[in-house]
C-alpha cells in the first residue's frame, strides 16, 4: 500500500490534471502503450483524457447510486457531502474550494496549499456515496522560488533518504515543473522520489521519467499470482470484480467497482509488489454495485491469517521480510525482528494493518540499520524540514542521539505533527523517533455535536453508509465507536472517517465484524483497540 499516495501525472503535463476520467481512452493508450516510450504514452494519454472528457457522453441509467431505501442519489446530495467530508479534513482547507457534480463527476476549483492537500481532498471525495470520479481543477497556491533552489532541496531529500539507494538520479526545475530521470532498481523508488520531490516548497508538480530496471527477471504468471492475491488479501477490496492481466511486467486491471475510491485505491495497492513495472487501471465505477457481506466468505484461520500476512511483506519490495516474524493470535498480529530503516519498519506495519481478518497489530520491530554519525543524521533531517511546504513556516528542531531523533517545535494540526515524524522517518540514520510536537490548538469542541458529526459522515461514506448498527460516543475529543458491521473495510472505514472528523484526537475502535468469532471482549481489555493516531493508514486515501 502506498504511504499517503500524491495522484501525479507520470511524465504528464504541466496543467490541470484529470482524477479518475482517463477510462474514455483506455481502447487508445492500449494500442499506443507498445509503439511509444512511456514518458511520451503517458503524456498522451493524460492529453486524451482530458479531450474525450470534454465531449458530452451518455452515462448509463445505473450510473446513479442509490441509497439504503432505493432512492436514487442525484448530484444535489453529493454536492453537500463532500464539502462537509473536506471542512472536517484537518489536511485540506475546504474554503478555497468549490465543489460542483454532474451526473456522479464531481468538480473540485479553487486553490490547495500543496500537492499532499490536492490529493487528500480528491481522495476523500471519492469515498462519497454516488461519486463515479474526480475531475481535479485545483490550482496549486504555492510560493515562487528559484528553480535552483527547489533543485538543490530535491537532490538533497533523495539523497537522505532510506529508501532510495539508486545513484545518479537527475533532478531538473522548470517555473516550479520538477522532472525526475534516470534508473532505479524498482517501482517503489520511482515512487518514494516522486513522493519526496512533491513535498518541496514552490514544487507545482512532479513529471516522473525515472526507469525501472530489474537484475533478475520475473514470469508474468507468477506477477499475476501476486497481483491478484494482493487485491484479495485488502480489506476494501475483498470480493471487488477485479480482473488482473500482465504482459511484460506491465499490470492491466479491468472490471467494475463500487466507487472512485476502490477504483484509486487497486491501483495504488499493487505498485509496491516486487516486479510491477506499471499498472493500467482501467477499472470503471459503478455506484449501485453494493459489496456482498464478506462473513459469508470462510473464516481465515490464524495459519491462513499468518501466511498472508507473511506474502504481504514478501511480496512489498521495501520490506525485508526474512527478518521479521510474525505471529496471529484471534486475529491480534504481533509483529517481532528486525528492520533495516525506521521506514521500513513504518511500511512493515501499514502492510499488516490492512489484511482481511486484522483486527490490531503490536509492533515490536527493531530498527538496526547501517549506523551513521548524529551530527550528519541532525543536519539532513534539519534541512528536509525546512524544504517542506507544509511544515517550513514552523519553527521545528531536531536533536539526535545514538541514531534517536527527537522533534520539538509547535504546530496547528495533528496532520502536522504527523507529517514532520514521517519526514524524518526517511532520513537515514533514524532509528527511533521521539515526538515532543505540540499541537496548539485554540478551538474549542462540544463532545456531543462531535458524535453527531461523525454519525452524520457515516452515511454519506460509500464503505459505512449501510451500518445501521454502530454508534460512537465521544468524550474529551476521544471517539469511542461499538456495534457490528458486516466487513472488515467498514470496520476500518469508520475509525478512518471518526478520526478524520473536526475535533477528534483519537479513536478507540471497539466495533464487531460479523462472521469472525474473535473474543472482542478479551481482545478490547487487552487494549488492542486504538485507531493510532501515528499510523501512517491515515495518510493513504487508500492509502485512508
Not at 464531481?106 to 456515496?129: D, M, N, Q, R, Y
Not at 525546512?386 to 496547528?412: P, Q, R, W, Y
Request: charged share 25%; aromatic share 4%.
Amino acid at each position: 500500500m502506498a504511504l499517503y499516495v500524491l495522484t501525479i501525472y507520470r511524465g504528464g503535463l504541466p496543467p490541470r490534471k484529470l482524477i479518475n476520467s482517463r477510462n474514455a481512452a483506455n481502447d487508445i493508450s492500449s494500442k499506443v502503450e507498445t509503439m511509444l516510450p512511456r514518458s511520451t504514452r503517458d503524456a498522451c494519454v493524460a492529453w486524451l483524457a482530458m479531450l474525450l472528457l470534454s465531449i458530452p457522453i451518455s452515462l448509463p441509467n445505473q450510473a446513479n447510486a442509490q441509497d439504503k431505501g432505493g432512492a436514487k442519489i442525484g448530484d444535489a446530495k453529493i454536492c453537500p457531502w463532500v464539502e462537509d467530508a473536506l471542512r472536517h479534513d484537518e489536511r485540506v482547507d475546504a474554503d478555497a474550494i468549490k465543489v460542483t457534480a454532474k451526473r456522479g463527476i464531481v468538480t473540485l476549483a479553487g486553490s490547495v496549499p500543496t500537492l499532499a492537500s490536492e490529493a487528500f481532498a480528491v481522495h476523500e471525495a471519492e469515498k462519497i456515496i454516488g461519486v463515479r470520479g474526480v475531475t481535479n481543477e485545483l490550482a496549486l497556491a504555492t510560493e515562487s522560488r528559484d528553480d535552483a533552489d527547489i533543485v538543490r532541496d530535491v537532490e538533497q531529500r533523495i539523497a537522505h533518504n532510506s529508501t532510495i539507494v539508486s545513484k545518479d538520479l537527475t533532478v531538473g526545475c522548470l517555473d516550479g515543473y520538477v522532472t525526475l530521470s534516470g534508473d532505479v532498481a524498482d517501482y517503489s523508488e520511482e515512487l518514494e522520489a516522486e513522493l519526496v520531490a512533491s513535498e518541496v516548497r514552490g514544487v507545482k508538480q512532479v513529471q516522473n521519467h525515472l526507469l525501472t530496471t530489474f537484475i533478475h527477471k520475473h514470469n508474468d504468471a507468477q506477477t499475476q499470482r501476486d497481483v491478484t492475491a494482493r487485491l484479495a488479501r485488502d480489506v476494501y477490496l475483498t470480493q471487488q470484480p477485479v480482473t488482473v492481466a500482465v504482459k511484460d511486467s506491465v499490470v492491466t486491471l479491468t472490471g467494475r467497482v463500487g466507487s472512485a475510491y476502490i477504483q484509486s485505491r487497486a491501483g495504488d495497492d499493487i505498485r509496491n509488489i516486487d516486479h510491477v513495472q506499471s499498472v493500467s487501471n482501467q477499472l470503471t465505477v459503478d455506484p449501485s454495485i453494493n459489496r456482498d457481506k464478506e462473513h459469508q466468505s470462510v473464516w481465515p484461520s490464524e495459519e491462513d491469517l499468518q501466511s498472508a500476512l507473511k506474502t504481504e511483506l514478501t511480496d512489498d519490495s521495501r520490506v525485508d521480510a526474512t527478518k521479521i516474524e510474525v505471529t496471529v493470535q484471534y486475529g491480534h498480529v504481533v509483529l517481532d525482528g528486525v528492520a533495516r530503516t525506521h521506514r521500513e519498519k513504518r511500511i512493515a506495519e501499514l502492510d499488516a494493518r490492512g489484511i482481511v481478518g486484522v483486527h490490531s497489530v503490536a509492533y515490536n520491530l527493531v530498527v538496526n540499520g547501517p549506523q551513521r554519525d548524529d551530527t550528519e543524521t541532525a543536519a539532513d533531517a534539519s534541512l528536509d524540514l525546512e524544504s517542506d511546504a507544509m511544515l517550513h513556516d514552523f519553527d521545528l528542531k531536531v536533536k539526535v542521539k545514538n541514531g534517536t531523533i527527537t522533534i520539538l517545535g509547535d504546530v496547528e494540526t495533528l496532520y502536522e505533527r504527523m507529517h514532520a515524524e514521517h519526514v524524518v522517518g526517511r532520513v537515514r540514520g533514524v532509528q527511533t523517533i521521539v515526538d515532543q510536537v505540540n499541537v496548539d490548538r485554540n478551538d474549542t469542541y462540544d463532545d456531543a455535536q462531535l458524535g453527531k458529526e461523525i454519525e452524520m459522515r457515516w452515511k454519506h461514506d460509500k464503505e459505512t453508509r449501510r451500518c445501521q448498527l454502530i454508534k460512537v460516543e465521544v468524550v474529551n475529543g476521544v471517539a469511542v465507536l461499538t456495534g457490528t458491521v458486516d466487513s472488515w473495510a467498514a470496520h476500518q472505514e469508520a475509525a478512518h472517517v471518526a478520526f478524520l472528523t473536526d475535533g477528534i484526537w483519537k479513536v478507540q475502535n471497539n466495533i464487531v465484524v460479523e462472521g469472525f468469532d474473535y473474543p472482542w471482549e478479551d481482545l478490547r481489555e487487552a487494549g488492542h483497540r486504538d485507531f493510532d493516531p501515528a499510523d501512517p493508514q491515515i495518510h493513504q486515501y487508500l492509502f485512508g
